[in-house]
């Protein structure tokens, strides 16, 4: 028998890929392959690696000192992140950084982007395009960069007439929650359709029923992840956040009319005190698994909270099934191989 699926250990990061024989019970467990959750940090601009394989944590303290998201690129053994500061605006990657095996490293830059961001939310990939969504401003920017071999240039900036913070590619299509509001837009081909500075509609603008305020949002295997921040301020804003799992995305969205609401009817909420969100920020889902990685911002000063099973739940009040401190979590990259 061959067991190809990601099993829980309980803790934060820590998953076992194991294999075994029908005619040996006491078969080794093999590890193999690669399964990386990267996360960055308000609180000194730090990248920490959980191998989600082996169990093994890294932590790179970089030159940025607050940075809000982050890619990984196996092409050149990298990561990038959006850095965030008054004198730190741009992307910034770090090369062959599978090299360096020790628990804590301090890293220089490699290569920059021009600096151009001002208040980066989230970073997304498509190719060589890397797209950072801005809401420094009420009108929320996208600012495009292209790739090339060591350097990036600022290919133009697209601006929306309303405030930004998630986003991600789905296809050549770029999904963006709509800050201060429940609302999902999309722009198709965005990188085709959008090569010029220029303010622009998106394709589609459709409402998610239940959700208060929504941050982050991420997409696989035809299920789309929204979280919901709820009051970012108040009695009880670091328990009444959430998240929604919306599965057969790409129908029910097609189904929803440009300015119509998607029912909560057709998808599955998680919220309540025993969730442990309050200002789910961003989120990384993975099909394989159906787990759900959530940087959690405002509960214990931040977290990294899994959530198991998630399509095939009824939701509701669940705790985590596990749950990682780290300060000023503010971004996640989920890298398999």
Same mark, same amino acid.
């Given at each position: 028998?061959?067991?190809?699926? @990601?099993?829980?250990?309980?803790?934060?990061?820590?998953?076992?890929?194991?294999?075994?024989?029908?005619?040996?019970?006491?078969?080794?467990?093999?590890?193999?392959?690669?399964?990386?959750?990267? !996360?960055?940090?308000?609180?000194?601009?730090?990248?920490? %690696?959980? *191998?989600?394989?082996?169990?093994? #944590?890294?932590?790179?303290?970089?030159?940025?000192?607050?940075?809000?998201?982050?890619?990984?690129?196996?092409?050149?053994?990298?990561?990038?992140?959006?850095?965030?500061?008054?004198?730190?605006?741009?992307?910034?990657?770090?090369?062959?950084?599978?090299?360096?095996?020790?628990?804590?490293?301090?890293?220089?830059?490699? @290569?920059?982007?021009?600096?151009?961001?001002?208040?980066?939310?989230?970073?997304?990939?498509?190719?060589?395009?890397?797209?950072?969504?801005?809401? !420094?401003?009420?009108?929320?920017? @996208?600012?495009?960069?292209? %790739? *090339?071999?060591?350097?990036? =240039?600022?290919?133009?900036?697209? =601006?929306?007439?309303?405030?930004?913070?998630?986003?991600?590619?789905?296809?050549?299509?770029?999904?963006?929650?709509?800050?201060?509001?429940?609302?999902?837009?999309?722009?198709?081909?965005?990188?085709?359709?959008?090569?010029?500075? !220029?303010?622009? !509609?998106?394709? %589609?603008?459709? =409402? &998610?029923?239940?959700i208060v305020r929504t941050h982050g949002?991420? @997409?696989?295997?035809?299920?789309?992840?929204?979280?919901?921040?709820?009051?970012?301020?108040?009695?009880?804003?670091? =328990?009444?956040?959430?998240?929604?799992?919306?599965?057969?995305?790409?129908?029910?969205?097609?189904?929803?009319?440009?300015?119509?609401?998607?029912a909560v009817e057709d998808q599955i909420?998680?919220?309540?005190?025993?969730?442990?969100?309050?200002?789910?920020?961003n989120v990384v889902y993975d099909a394989?698994?159906?787990?759900?990685?959530?940087?959690?911002?405002?509960?214990?000063?931040?977290? #990294?909270?899994?959530?198991?099973? &998630?399509?095939?739940?009824?939701?509701?009040?669940?705790?985590?099934?596990?749950?990682?401190?780290?300060?000023?979590?503010?971004?996640?990259?989920?890298? %398999?191989?």
């Amino acid at each position: 028998m061959n067991i190809s699926k @990601f099993l829980y250990l309980g803790a934060i990061g820590l998953f076992a890929l194991t294999s075994c024989s029908d005619d040996d019970d006491d078969s080794t467990v093999i590890v193999d392959g690669t399964a990386d959750l990267y !996360a960055t940090s308000h609180t000194d601009g730090s990248v920490t %690696k959980y *191998d989600l394989l082996r169990g093994g #944590i890294t932590t790179y303290s970089t030159e940025a000192t607050d940075a809000e998201g982050i890619y990984y690129s196996p092409d050149d053994d990298s990561f990038t992140i959006a850095a965030r500061g008054a004198t730190q605006t741009s992307l910034q990657t770090y090369l062959s950084i599978s090299d360096l095996i020790d628990a804590s490293l301090d890293l220089t830059v490699d @290569f920059s982007s021009p600096a151009a961001l001002q208040s980066p939310r989230d970073l997304t990939v498509n190719g060589n395009i890397y797209v950072v969504s801005d809401n !420094a401003n009420d009108n929320g920017r @996208f600012f495009v960069f292209e %790739k *090339d071999g060591t350097s990036f =240039t600022l290919r133009n900036t697209v =601006t929306v007439e309303f405030a930004v913070w998630g986003i991600e590619f789905v296809g050549n299509d770029l999904y963006a929650v709509v800050d201060s509001s429940s609302d999902l837009a999309v722009f198709t081909n965005f990188t085709s359709s959008n090569m010029t500075d !220029a303010t622009v !509609a998106p394709t %589609k603008r459709i =409402t &998610v029923e239940g959700i208060v305020r929504t941050h982050g949002l991420d @997409f696989d295997g035809d299920t789309m992840i929204m979280t919901d921040i709820a009051a970012a301020s108040g009695g009880d804003f670091d =328990t009444d956040g959430g998240f929604h799992v919306i599965t057969n995305f790409d129908s029910k969205f097609d189904a929803v009319e440009n300015g119509g609401t998607l029912a909560v009817e057709d998808q599955i909420r998680f919220a309540g005190d025993a969730t442990l969100l309050g200002n789910p920020v961003n989120v990384v889902y993975d099909a394989e698994t159906d787990a759900v990685y959530i940087a959690e911002l405002a509960n214990g000063g931040g977290k #990294i909270n899994v959530y198991g099973n &998630v399509s095939s739940s009824n939701g509701g009040n669940v705790a985590p099934t596990s749950s990682a401190v780290l300060s000023g979590v503010s971004s996640l990259y989920l890298y %398999k191989d």
